[in-house]
């Protein structure tokens, strides 16, 4: 079955980095767009990044244009999601997320396939 597995969170300063990665297995990697997305606690699931099926076309939420910066290695079914001076707004829950849209997609009803989270702290 489809597996989207996150992994890189954790608890940062404020003004510091982190780089989540989302290890896919289950599918044809490079037939699915992918992005980010992120929920923090009371809040609504919100669109971070997305990245096309083969990684030219990116989109970003304003929140984190010039920030963040999204890749994909379709070698190794990773996609990877930098993130530079952060600050407690980015503090959430991320979620990688696969689409069968070529682009990719700012909605999350487009997307097929979720992992399971992970958290990224931000104390300031």
């Known amino acids: 079955q489809v597996q989207l597995v996150e992994s890189g969170g954790g608890l940062v300063q404020a003004g510091g980095s982190l780089r989540l990665s989302c290890a896919a297995s289950g599918l044809t990697f490079d037939s699915y767009a992918m992005g980010w997305f992120r929920q923090a606690p009371g809040k609504e699931r919100e669109f971070v990044a997305s990245l096309s099926r083969s990684g030219s076309n990116t989109y970003y939420a304003g929140s984190v244009k010039g920030r963040f910066t999204i890749s994909r290695d379709n070698a190794k079914n990773t996609v990877y999601l930098q993130m530079n001076s952060l600050n407690s707004g980015d503090t959430a829950v991320y979620y990688c997320?696969?689409?069968?849209?070529?682009?990719?997609?700012?909605?999350?009803?487009?997307?097929?396939?979720w992992g399971q989270g992970t958290q990224v702290t931000v104390s300031s």
């Open positions: 997320a696969a689409t069968s849209y070529y682009s990719g997609s700012t909605y999350a009803s487009n997307y097929n396939y």
